[in-house]
Each structure stands twice: as C-alpha cells, then as structure tokens.
C-alpha cells in the first residue's frame, strides 16, 4: 500500500531532481552519469531485484542530508539510503529512478571519551576503523561482522549486524545508545542518550536499528564501549559429526562458560577454505568447533572446554599456543563465505537463527536438504548465539541449479522457523526475505510493523519495497 502512493520520476524530471539537489549540495556530491549510478544499484545477494538510480548523492554533512530528503518529499522521489553495500538480502538495492543516498563520505570519528566510554561516528566509519581507533584509548567496540573492514557502522546500525563475539557481547544494538535521525520530510531527530543509563520515554533508538533505512537516515550515532579485553587464546576441536560438535556446543553453554567467540565450520566449509587459502585445516574432520576465551586465565578456560568437548565425542583438541596461532585459526573463520562462493561462483547465504538446543537439528536438517536437491551446501555459524550460515553454493549460469538453489534457500528457512528460530540474526531482511518476514510476524504483527511504518514515513519514500 506504502509503495503505490510513490512512483519513480518520469525521464523528463529526472533533470528536475537534479537541478533542485543542486541547489543545495556541491557539484562533486551529485552523479548522474548512467554507467556510474548503475554500479550503486544493488548489494552483495543474490536473486534480489534492483532498479536504477535516477541520482547517487554522497553528502557529507548533516545539513545536506536534509537537503535530499526535503527535496525527495517535495518531488514524491523515493530515497534507498546505503553505507558499503556488503549487505546479504538485497535491503541497499535501488529501485528505478530513485536517489541512491550513499553515506560513505560522511566517515569522521567525532568523539572518543575514556571517561564516558563512548564513541560518537558518523555512519560512513569503517567497523575496523573504529575498532582501531578505540583500541590506542585501552577501549574495546565489540560488534565484529565478517566483512569488518569494509562494512560501515550506519550499514551495521540498518542491519543489527552481529559477528564472531557476540556469544559473549552481544550484537550491534546492545551498543547504539542515541542516533542522530533525519526523518523522510528533512527533520532531525535525536534519540537515545549518552549516559550510561536512561529510561525516558519510547525506545526510539532500538526501534531504528535493524529498520533498513525505512524509517529514517542515520547521521550519527552514539556507541557504548568497553574497556579492552585481553587477547583471546582459541581452541580448535574436530568431530565427527555436526550433531557432536552441537552437543559440544550445549554442553559448553550449559555449563555456565562465557566463551569470547564459539564458531562452527562443517566439513564442506572447511574443504572450501582449505582450497582458497591452502590453510592446512583438517579436511578429515566432519565439523570444526572454534572456542575462544578473552579472559585473564584463557588456558584454565580453554582446558574447562577441551574436557567437553571431549566428553562429546571431539576426535582431537588442540588449543592454540599463542595468540598468533589464534589469529590464524580466526582468519580461516572470516574466510568462511568468501571460500564457499569460489566452489560455484554464486552463493546464497542464509541467516538462521534457532535456539542454541535445537542447533544439531538445523544442521542435520540442512545436510538432508542439500542431498534432497544435489546440492553443494557448506554451513558457518556463530554457534554459540545458534546463528547459522548455510551457504547454497551453485552456477548462476545453470537455470535448473539456479532454481534448486532457491528452493533449498526457502527450505532452509522454513526448518527454521520450524525449530523455533527466526529468518535472520545479523543480516536483515532487504528484499531476500519479505515473505519469510510475514510469516515469522503474523498478520497482526506485520500490521503493527507498516503503521510503524505510516507514522515515520507517510508517503512511503524511504527504502520502499524492502521489509514488507
């Protein structure tokens, strides 16, 4: 309903938007030509649609945010607001003649205070900069995405992006304690606070992150920090089953330990790593479990979790001797997508979370799926939050592989949701998963969602198509 009060401006005003945009942003900010724009029309997903921008602005101020956005209501131009476009559901794609709003320039660190333990950013800060940046303070910015050194904060703040840590630390939300928002008519808003408590009123802040860019643009955001942790020692076990390297896995979180990082790597995923990178992982294993601890005494931890992973049926554990055998194995991790997708060229990932009891069940349950439609497979996951990453690996250029591939993706999502989980944990909705949304939600829920919705954006400019 959003979407039909908006259509895309004709080719004979695109000159108009151009010449009003003008009017308030430098020459520089403003790209028309078509072989440029095109390069802006869509993220990292697959089987996602995406329209051509009429316009990609990369404004630098705050002032000239607004700028677009009050144009953009004026002349009823749909608004896709982007960071890195590192995202995995489509939610950066363009549709046709709109303003690409791409936030990478405004990329300035503004405060980093020891004292109040805080960072205040702007959305086009890389996570690695950041991470870097709060570190010479003796501070720690614990969300780490896979693609930390190329996704940017505002893009984490749209997805409630997760990463390696967050079985200890939690996800991007839990670190977003106000935002800077300029609404769909050009307002600015603040939300949140800077203190280190603070009730008043509706959670707006909350309520803004993981909403893609539908609700309003990000220009600044204020982030909690902590003191830095000491560096993690990591604990490699091989299992023969993925079932086992669960029960690991339950065992570890059953027993009150408080791992820095619990990853999981299935033996197609290993396979793809090792071919990559040549990184020497055991191949003859069926699921790789990754245990790491930060804490002053990491070896007491790490043998606490050898002893239970060996009462789980581990067939070998080996910690690592130092932290640069650590980084080693974390890197193998990190590697884990990129590798999968160079076994076909295409990749579907998905982005399932169930609760961490069920997490054997998922993963057996994606092994059947894969031999169901033929299909190479290969499952990352944050094992320890039950966040899984089965990976579809297939030749775009096959139409009947192209079409088990997609399948297989809504299978996979719907044993999920089956076992009690939820479509995604870290990587959004975008427009990869609307229909998956609305059955998670229910009809009352998603209700609720769009008059959110209809409050913040009545003519439905921002980011339409994506979420519902």
Same mark, same amino acid.
Request: hydrophobic share 45%; proline share 6%; with cysteine.
């Given at each position: 309903?959003?979407?039909?009060?908006?259509?895309? !401006?004709?080719?004979?005003?695109?000159?108009?938007?151009?010449?009003?945009?003008?009017?308030?942003?430098? !020459?520089?900010?403003?790209?028309?030509?078509?072989?440029?724009?095109?390069?802006?029309?869509?993220?990292?997903?697959?089987?996602?649609?995406?329209?051509?921008?009429?316009?990609?602005? =990369?404004?630098?101020?705050?002032? /000239?945010?607004?700028?677009?956005?009050?144009?953009?209501?004026?002349?009823?131009?749909?608004?896709?607001?982007?960071?890195?476009?590192? +995202? #995995?559901? +489509?939610?950066?794609?363009?549709?046709?003649?709109?303003?690409?709003?791409?936030?990478?320039?405004?990329?300035?660190? #503004?405060?980093?205070?020891?004292?109040?333990?805080?960072?205040?950013?702007?959305?086009?800060?890389?996570? @690695?900069? #950041?991470?870097?940046?709060?570190?010479?303070?003796?501070?720690?910015?614990?969300?780490?995405?896979?693609?930390?050194?190329?996704?940017?904060? &505002? &893009?984490?703040?749209?997805?409630?992006?997760?990463?390696?840590? %967050?079985?200890?630390?939690?996800?991007?939300?839990?670190?977003?304690?106000?935002?800077?928002?300029? $609404?769909?008519?050009?307002?600015?808003?603040?939300?949140?606070?800077?203190? @280190?408590?603070?009730?008043?009123?509706?959670? =707006?802040?909350?309520?803004?992150?993981?909403?893609?860019?539908?609700?309003?643009?990000?220009?600044?955001?204020?982030?909690?920090?902590?003191?830095?942790?000491?560096?993690?020692?990591?604990?490699?076990?091989?299992?023969?089953?993925?079932?086992?390297?669960?029960?690991?896995? %339950?065992?570890?979180?059953?027993?009150?330990?408080?791992?820095?990082?619990?990853?999981?790597?299935?033996?197609?995923?290993?396979?793809?790593?090792?071919?990559?990178?040549?990184?020497?992982?055991?191949?003859?294993?069926?699921?790789?479990?990754?245990?790491?601890?930060?804490?002053?005494?990491?070896?007491?931890?790490?043998?606490?979790?050898?002893?239970?992973?060996? @009462?789980?049926?581990?067939?070998?554990?080996? !910690? @690592?001797?130092?932290?640069?055998?650590?980084?080693? =194995?974390?890197?193998?991790?990190?590697?884990?997508?990129?590798?999968?997708?160079?076994?076909?060229?295409?990749?579907?990932?998905?982005?399932?979370?169930?609760?961490?009891?069920?997490?054997?069940?998922? $993963?057996?349950?994606?092994?059947?799926?894969?031999?169901?439609?033929?299909?190479?497979? +290969?499952?990352?996951?944050?094992?320890?939050?039950?966040?899984?990453?089965?990976?579809?690996?297939?030749?775009?250029?096959?139409?009947?592989?192209?079409?088990?591939?997609?399948?297989?993706?809504?299978?996979?999502?719907?044993?999920?949701?089956?076992?009690?989980?939820?479509?995604?944990?870290?990587?959004?909705?975008?427009?990869?998963?609307?229909?998956? $949304?609305?059955?998670?939600?229910?009809?009352?829920?998603?209700?609720?969602?769009?008059?959110?919705? /209809?409050?913040?954006? !009545?003519? &439905?400019?921002?980011?339409?198509?994506?979420?519902?």
């Amino acid at each position: 309903m959003i979407m039909s009060r908006i259509e895309a !401006p004709r080719d004979e005003h695109t000159g108009n938007l151009t010449a009003r945009l003008l009017a308030g942003l430098p !020459p520089e900010a403003v790209l028309t030509d078509p072989d440029v724009t095109a390069s802006y029309a869509h993220d990292m997903a697959s089987f996602c649609p995406a329209g051509r921008p009429a316009v990609v602005v =990369l404004p630098r101020t705050v002032e /000239q945010v607004q700028h677009v956005l009050r144009t953009a209501t004026e002349l009823r131009v749909p608004v896709v607001p982007q960071g890195a476009r590192t +995202g #995995l559901s +489509g939610g950066a794609n363009a549709t046709d003649g709109c303003i690409a709003l791409s936030l990478t320039k405004m990329d300035r660190i #503004l405060e980093i205070s020891p004292v109040d333990r805080i960072a205040v950013v702007e959305p086009g800060v890389i996570n @690695a900069t #950041l991470s870097h940046a709060v570190e010479e303070h003796g501070l720690y910015y614990p969300p780490d995405p896979s693609s930390w050194e190329m996704c940017t904060i &505002g &893009g984490n703040i749209g997805t409630a992006s997760g990463g390696l840590c %967050c079985v200890k630390y939690g996800v991007t939300a839990e670190y977003v304690l106000g935002l800077d928002v300029v $609404l769909a008519d050009g307002r600015l808003m603040s939300t949140g606070r800077r203190t @280190a408590k603070g009730v008043a009123g509706y959670d =707006l802040t909350r309520l803004f992150v993981g909403s893609e860019g539908s609700l309003g643009i990000v220009v600044r955001a204020v982030l909690a920090l902590k003191p830095k942790p000491p560096r993690q020692l990591v604990l490699a076990a091989e299992f023969g089953s993925a079932s086992a390297a669960c029960d690991a896995v %339950c065992r570890i979180m059953a027993g009150g330990h408080v791992p820095s990082l619990l990853e999981l790597m299935d033996r197609t995923t290993v396979k793809a790593v090792n071919d990559l990178a040549h990184m020497g992982l055991p191949e003859t294993t069926e699921a790789l479990l990754l245990a790491a601890f930060d804490t002053p005494d990491p070896a007491a931890d790490l043998a606490a979790v050898a002893a239970l992973c060996e @009462a789980a049926g581990a067939t070998q554990v080996v !910690p @690592a001797e130092d932290a640069a055998e650590s980084d080693l =194995l974390l890197q193998a991790r990190r590697l884990s997508l990129t590798a999968l997708e160079a076994v076909k060229g295409t990749t579907m990932i998905d982005d399932v979370c169930v609760p961490r009891s069920r997490l054997g069940e998922m $993963l057996d349950g994606v092994e059947r799926i894969a031999a169901r439609h033929d299909l190479t497979i +290969g499952v990352c996951a944050h094992a320890g939050d039950g966040n899984t990453h089965p990976t579809v690996c297939f030749d775009a250029r096959d139409p009947d592989e192209s079409r088990r591939a997609r399948e297989s993706f809504d299978e996979i999502m719907a044993l999920g949701l089956e076992l009690g989980g939820t479509i995604t944990g870290e990587h959004g909705v975008g427009v990869l998963k609307k229909e998956w $949304l609305a059955r998670e939600l229910g009809p009352v829920g998603v209700e609720m969602q769009r008059a959110v919705k /209809q409050a913040f954006d !009545p003519l &439905g400019i921002l980011n339409p198509g994506k979420l519902f």
